[in-house]
């Protein structure tokens, strides 16, 4: 921290379909701005430095770290966070299969898990075990789901 | 209730699609006259809604599932038909901590009995309805049947006149055959799962209240050291900062730790103020503390002897050729993936939070006693945990936010810690050493066991730290003819507390690692040489060799035990019971010749009893393996200069989904009370994985993490 203070602006967000401005400095992480600013909090915080996962959420269809990622450099993209995934209170077929399987123990990984998970079935629709580990390595469960997370995205697959 | 606006909060909490209602049992209760509510735990409303409560904090042990599973059991309610609210902290509940795998033992046979009082005084009321003897009317799926007349009324309906009914005694009621359970024993999801899936604000970090500001709380690296000078003034003056001050907090590592305090308009804003704190810290006599040279002093005692004896038994002697080895393990951290958080108000001369806690009671009387408030005026709710292990237990971050909210006097405020800060500021699982020398006989049995335990104090050379030490009891003694046992507690400032599975986390790996090594020396099978060990008899004390052994032949045989493996491949087994549940592990592991480890599969034999969630049982054995391994395979805590090194998951590396291997369990179903199975499966998994180890290498794995071993081979 140099003790310079960066300037207040106004971003256009685009998140689960609804437009947002906010107004905030431009470093802020877009994790924060949807927890304390757009009360979205199932996106979670865990490290702070992209290497847990907890806080994954989609920016153009891809899955990123929002907690490293400034809010200015997401204005006017598109952000999916875990409360978009379900439209009109109906489940994927993801999150149904992980609550088929009962994954969740604490549950405080499963958001960053899900979207993680969402964003492989949609580049490759029948991943194999093999596949889902690669895709879902950088995703830390301290509770060790894993058995289950890899269970549940098999089963959404075959759906 | 004081005048925060609880509607406000309530509406947010709810329109999110969360099912984490706030209201307590007591003003619920209050609230609908209606109701049917013998007890803080059964609500039955007249439109047939049956709401149970869950008393105990919820940390990913699935508690606040199987617990109201008990109640509407014996309530004869279809589980569909229930919905499961989180009590807030009041007596009413009785004991609400959850830590030890104890939830289950210690409410079992009451919920059951609650769920009971509560089906007697329905099937009471249809009876006085119908006129008949209440004999002749049973309780079936949410309503009372009179079999004879064909009549039959719903529980709702049944409310207001139940509500009127004498309330039996408990002891009386009569309980189901467990043969006729129709929840129990099956596969219930979690009660939270659908808000799991949609990111709905369970977790206290989730938390808001109207006007509510953010805060962050810097501590001294060194433990319980003070602030003596502070930037306060430059950091004030940051956009969003409302105020920075300095709290003295006390020289009690367990109580109000010193620091300061930073409150900003949001959490991003309450971090980068707080990294832009300059403290110059008072470290006291405490900065020089080092894992170097706890490891110094540990090699020195273990060498020299003299240590505490816990426990001398017989003649333990040695040839020269007695295998003579150390077994060592470093502090862990919790590393739960919600960092600590609380958000509370000060109102009215009274506390309330909402907290993510393990032990809720605890901190009410810390923070009464703290900052001289009543009891009665510190209300907690529990918000679903983002992970426990025991980390929750403590409540210095519930102290800290006491210490902000009172300040604030008014303004509601919620403490985030960063993630850094969770390994720096953690009462760790404590490290330690065994020297052990052990002998076996002409017939392959341990003959002669030794084992010098260095452990740690926490500003004591004589009494163990929380989660330290060892009872003179532990696993081989009593079963071994001559056995001695002693100790030594190296004085230390490090905090302790209790890891998941306390003592057992560590000791398991030392001792069920030199049973093994005793094994191979004697030239036996593992398996047999362990139940040989075990011996004969059905008890040695509260320790029931027949459910231990009945674990140990569960394992082996469902992961093949025996069978051979390839070249670079190996099997491990180890046991251990630990929080009253017997359990063992096999594991299977690869090898490579230039020592890369795969762990390929891990299998349990579990006896706790009849299993109560089936879905959440082997979800609790298989997490608790794969922790084990996790710990065992990758992380310590390294201290340097009376400090914490480690910051983050970069330097304190977790098991991620590639390595987490196959995991398989049997449970082993003795006619027993069901006891909890948070712990009993970790302890075995470490030493099962080092004995596989050395099985596929010959190399024996005797210090922690696995990572510090050159494991090539051939």
Known sequence: MDGSHPVMSTYDLHVNGRRQSVDVEPD???????????????????????????????????????????????????????????????????????????????????????????????????????????????????????????????????? | ??????????????????????????????????????????????????????????????????????????????????????????????????????????????????GAVAKTMLVNAAAAEWQVPAEECAAVSGEVVHKASGRKVSYGKLATAAAKQAVPDEKSVKLKDPKDFKILGKRIGGVDNRGIVTGAPLFGIDQTLPGMRYACYLRCPVFGGKVAKANLDKVRAMPGVSDV?????????????????????????????????????DHGKHGAESSARHEENAAAAMKSGGGEVLRDEGKPEFAEDALDVVYQYPHLAHNTLEPMNCTGVFRDGGFEFWAPTQNGGSAVDGISRTFKVPKEKVKIHMTRIGGGFGRRLMTDYMLECAAIAKHLDGTPVKLTWTREQD????????????????????????????????????????????????????????????????????????????????????????????????????????????????????????????????????????????????????????????????AAVVAEVTVSKQGRLKVDKLTAGVDVGPVLNLSGAENQVHGSMIDGLSAAWFQEIEIVDGAVRNTNFADYPVLMIPDAPAVDVVFVDSDVPPTGLGEPALPPTAPAVCNAIFAATGKRVRKLPIRRNDLAWG
């Open chain 1, 28 to 159: 802020t992480p877009l994790l924060w701005v949807l927890r304390d600013h757009l009360g979205l909090a199932g996106t979670k915080y865990g490290c702070g430095i992209g290497q847990c996962g907890a806080c994954t959420i989609h920016l153009d269809g891809r899955p990123v770290r929002s907690c490293t990622l400034p809010v200015s450099a997401a204005a006017g993209r598109e952000v999916t966070t875990i409360e978009g995934l379900a439209e009109e209170g109906k489940l994927t077929p993801l999150q149904e299969a992980w609550c088929e399987h009962d994954v969740a123990q604490c549950g405080y990984c499963q958001s960053g898990q899900i979207m993680t998970a969402a964003a492989l079935l949609r580049d490759n629709p029948k991943p194999d075990e093999k596949a889902i580990d690669q895709a879902m390595a950088g995703n830390f469960c301290r509770c060790a789901t894993y058995t289950r997370i890899r269970q549940a995205i098999l089963t959404a697959a075959a759906k």
């Open chain 2, 423 to 582: 390994p720096h500021h953690d009462f760790y699982r404590p490290g330690g050493w065994h020297r052990f020398r052990g002998a076996v006989d002409e017939n392959g049995r341990i003959s002669a066991w030794a084992d010098h335990f260095v452990t740690f104090g926490v500003r004591s050379d004589r009494r163990p730290g929380n989660g330290a030490g060892i009872h003179p009891r532990e696993f081989p003694a009593e079963f071994v003819p001559n056995f001695r046992l002693e100790q030594t507690v190296l004085e230390s400032n490090v905090p302790l507390g209790w890891w998941r599975a306390p003592g057992s986390c560590a000791l398991a790996f030392a001792i069920q690692g030199f049973i093994d090594e005793l094994a191979h020396k004697a030239g036996k099978d593992p398996l047999e040489f362990k139940l040989a060990l075990l011996g004969g008899r059905d008890r040695v004390g509260d320790y029931h060799v027949s459910r231990m052994k009945g674990a140990l032949k569960a394992a082996a045989e469902k992961s093949g035990w025996g069978e051979k493996l390839p070249e670079g491949r190996g099997r491990g087994i180890a046991f251990h019971y630990s929080h009253r549940g017997y």
């Open chain 2, 245 to 281: 001050f300095v709290v003295d907090g006390s020289d009690d590592l367990y109580g109000q730790m010193p620091g300061v305090a930073v409150v900003a308009d949001s959490t991003w804003r309450a971090m980068k103020a707080q990294a832009a704190l300059e403290v110059e810290w």
């Open chain 2, 1 to 114: 209730m004081n005048t925060l606006d609880r509607r406000g909060f309530f509406k947010v909490s709810t329109l999110a699609g969360g099912g984490f209602l706030l209201a307590s049992w007591s003003r619920a209760a209050e609230s609908d006259d209606a109701a049917f509510s013998p007890n803080a735990f059964v609500r039955i409303a007249p439109d047939g809604t049956v709401t149970i409560m869950a008393h105990k904090p919820e940390i990913g042990q699935g508690v606040k599932t199987t617990l109201p599973m008990i109640v509407a059991e014996e309530l004869q309610v279809p589980w569909e038909n229930v919905t499961v609210e989180q009590a807030s902290i009041d007596p009413v509940f009785g004991g609400q901590t959850a830590g030890g795998s104890t939830s289950v033992p210690s409410s079992y046979d009451r919920l059951r009995r609650l």
